[in-house]
């Protein structure tokens, strides 16, 4: 049989034949070839840092739950100390509601308290007087005349519910009434007592000789009303007097008083701290981040190009630091700017084994003769083969300067902040360093950029965070959270492959507002 | 598995879609390991060469122009996968003297009643050298000018380990003849 038709069997029955085998197996393994996992670096770099950003969050809660323990403690042992001093407090805001109905005394001092009232109350009858333009500390203060003469007592009776709404009203409107006021008010009502009941004296003097039925009587009785006027308007130089000295008094003891006390209405009106409408802050911010390269070929003669840079470059993490100055309204809404550093690094791993085969001189052919079995040698050119094994890795690292615009809100809820912020950036390019594939045994110096592949400009890219954080201090706060990075492409078209990035990553920013 | 023409598949592998890719992996494989086999010694080897083979084929099917059969084309790079990961020594001197012996006459009946499986028994018998030169040349349909590069040989001493590989096989057939007879 020819040779012709046994190929040709061989060839018909071998070259169609299917060996079976795993095919699934098969290409797990292809596939892990094709596109090897991802180091575990970059899995350890985000535990790190988000360990980090929580153990900061833990100390600064544990550290104010600690402190607020504390103050409980101090204010308890306080609470206890001071109850013979809350005795007096307690006395003096019961002065200054006379006309309240008094509840029932639930503690010794009360009780006491009660009982003095009461007896006063048998003694004392108002007198409303002009006080319209007075403060309301003294007008409080000059209601309170005392008297038995029943013309007195008619006019007073007159103006008594007028009186009790007057105060009713005081008492309503000075909500913000103060200690000062009060020991004041104390003050005065003890200092009062004793020239009102010598006043008191000669007004029911003047009042025995009023029931004499003559005319010498009535004009005794007028004179005695006027003397009486008089007494009483004497009285009432004596009150102001004594009031003005012990107003003086008074606020030489405020100044000497060690508890702090609130001020009179109008000045407690200027005290009250009023959120400012804007705020100002500072802050330092530090990301760390996974730049997800996209390489792509620009047109089908660069996909060998483009698939070659695929399997030899693998992305590092990349990470930015901050400065920035902000500008918070006091809804939470927040302005942000500053300057940025960013760093996306990349590596290039290569392997590969270059075949070369050569030429030289040397023994091409050995006769041997079966007879005698001598051996003849022919020298000519004979091949030679060199396996040339390359292997090369490189970091490339591109470096950028970020001008970031931000608008963000913050909403704070006890010591805890939340927010979500977002912004454009124009983004300035510094230089890169490494080499890329620019054919398959040929690299491209990156930092050279003879060609002009990369950007000098690369333009605008937008960002956004969300966040959660803790404040420290009135000025202090730590804020952290997840963040994005928008695709910022850094080649130019003439570049044969198209090369984005986009960033995921974590940030942590430390603020400090200014007041 | 999806049904896919060739076309679709290798643009899909070009666009470096997996799906695409795995299909061809399945598609392919059990004929590409019995190309493999042949240049291997063993079973294990024969799917390391694959493994290796089908990695190169996925990577450099972006070079394919679409000339040729596809199939001839990943053969080739089976066989030259299963080549270069060969560390044996290679001949490197000519048996110049072999060159004008007549092609051998092998046995009518005996290798037509044969399966693939059984010629292909029949050709592992084969030493290395004998073995790779008639498979290259027998099956595969290659010259020996394309022998002779593939295995770094000249191209007279991929004939004559044609011829000395055919005289082999005919005493096989002949002593398998008698056999059935």
């Not at chain 1, 809404?333 to 030289?360: C, H, M, P, Q, W």
């Not at chain 1, 006890?414 to 040929?442: C, M, P, R, Y």
């Not at chain 1, 690369?458 to 969300?466: H, K």
């Not at chain 2, 084309?73 to 003297?97: D, H, P, Q």
Request: proline share 4%; charged share 25%.
């Amino acid at each position: 049989m020819s040779t012709n038709k046994f190929d040709n069997h061989a060839r018909k029955e071998i070259g169609a034949h299917e060996t079976p085998l795993d095919t699934e197996a098969l290409w797990g393994k292809v596939q892990a070839d094709l596109y090897p996992k991802r180091k575990k670096k970059f899995a350890w770099v985000w535990f790190s840092a988000s360990s980090f950003f929580l153990a900061i969050l833990l100390a600064g809660y544990f550290y104010t739950n600690k402190q607020t323990e504390a103050v409980k403690q101090v204010s308890a042992t306080t609470i206890q100390k001071e109850t013979p001093s809350q005795k007096s407090n307690t006395d003096t805001q019961f002065t200054a509601k006379p006309s309240t109905p008094n509840p029932a005394p639930s503690t010794a001092t009360e009780k006491k308290f009660t009982e003095t009232k009461k007896v006063n109350n048998a003694n004392k009858i108002e007198v409303k007087k002009k006080t319209t333009n007075t403060p309301l500390r003294i007008k409080q203060q000059e209601n309170t005349i005392t008297t038995n003469d029943p013309s007195v007592i008619q006019k007073s009776n007159q103006t008594k519910n007028d009186t009790a709404i007057s105060q009713k009203d005081i008492i309503r409107n000075n909500s913000k009434n103060t200690i000062i006021d009060n020991i004041a008010k104390q003050k005065i009502n003890n200092s009062l007592t004793a020239p009102v009941q010598r006043e008191e004296v000669e007004v029911i003097k003047g009042s025995a000789k009023e029931n004499l039925p003559s005319l010498e009587k009535l004009n005794q009785t007028q004179e005695q009303e006027e003397t009486n006027e008089n007494i009483i308007a004497i009285s009432k130089e004596e009150i102001e007097a004594k009031e003005e000295g012990l107003i003086a008094a008074t606020k030489e003891d405020e100044k000497n008083e060690p508890v702090e006390e609130p001020k009179d209405e109008e000045e407690n009106d200027n005290d009250i701290k009023l959120p400012k409408k804007y705020q100002l802050g500072i802050g330092t911010r530090a990301g760390i981040s996974s730049s997800i390269t996209t390489l792509s070929a620009n047109g089908d003669a660069n996909m060998a190009l483009a698939a070659l840079r695929n399997q030899s470059e693998t992305n590092l993490e990349t990470i930015d630091l901050g400065l920035e100055v902000l500008l918070k309204h006091k809804s939470g809404f927040y302005v942000s700017t500053g300057i940025d550093y960013l760093r996306a690094a990349r590596k290039l791993e290569y392997d590969n084994e270059v075949i070369n085969t050569d030429s030289i001189q040397g023994i091409s052919a050995i006769f041997v003769n079966p007879i005698t079995t001598d051996s003849t040698f022919q020298e000519g050119l004979i091949a030679e083969t060199t396996t040339m094994t390359r292997s090369k890795e490189t970091f490339n690292n591109l470096h950028l300067i970020n001008i970031p615009l931000n608008l963000g809100v913050s909403l704070n809820y006890q010591q805890w902040i939340f927010g979500v912020q977002g912004g454009a950036s124009i983004n300035v390019f510094l230089n890169q360093k490494g080499e890329i594939h620019d054919s398959e045994s040929t690299f491209y110096d990156l930092g050279e950029d003879n060609q002009d592949w990369f950007q000098n400009r690369l333009g605008v890219s937008y960002q956004g965070s969300a966040f959660v954080g803790y404040t420290f201090s009135d000025h202090f706060e730590i804020i952290g959270g997840p963040s994005f990075r928008s695709p910022m492409v850094i080649s130019e078209d003439r570049n044969p492959v198209k090369q984005s990035f986009v960033n995921f990553g974590l940030q942590v920013s430390a603020r400090y507002w200014f007041d | 598995m999806n049904n896919n023409s060739d076309i679709e598949l290798i643009n899909g592998c070009k666009a470096q879609d997996q799906l695409f890719q795995k299909e061809l992996v399945l598609r392919y494989s059990p004929l590409l390991l019995t190309v493999s086999k042949r240049y291997t010694d063993s079973y294990p080897a024969a799917q390391d060469v694959l493994q290796d083979s089908l990695v190169k084929i996925l990577r450099s099917i972006v070079d394919y122009k679409h000339t040729g059969c596809f199939a001839a084309w990943m053969k080739r790079i089976v066989i030259n996968t299963a080549l270069k990961s060969k560390s044996r020594k290679r001949y490197s001197f000519e048996y110049s003297g072999l060159q004008n012996i007549n092609e051998p006459e092998l046995p009518a009946e005996a290798f037509s009643k044969l399966n693939a499986q059984e010629l292909m028994k029949l050709i592992d018998t084969l030493p290395n050298g004998f073995r790779e030169v008639f498979n290259l040349a027998a099956i595969e349909g290659y010259s020996h000018n394309e022998i002779g590069e593939l295995l770094n040989i000249a191209p007279s001493t991929s004939r004559s380990q044609l011829t000395r590989a055919r005289k082999i096989l005919q005493k096989k057939l002949i002593h398998l003849e008698k056999m059935t007879a």
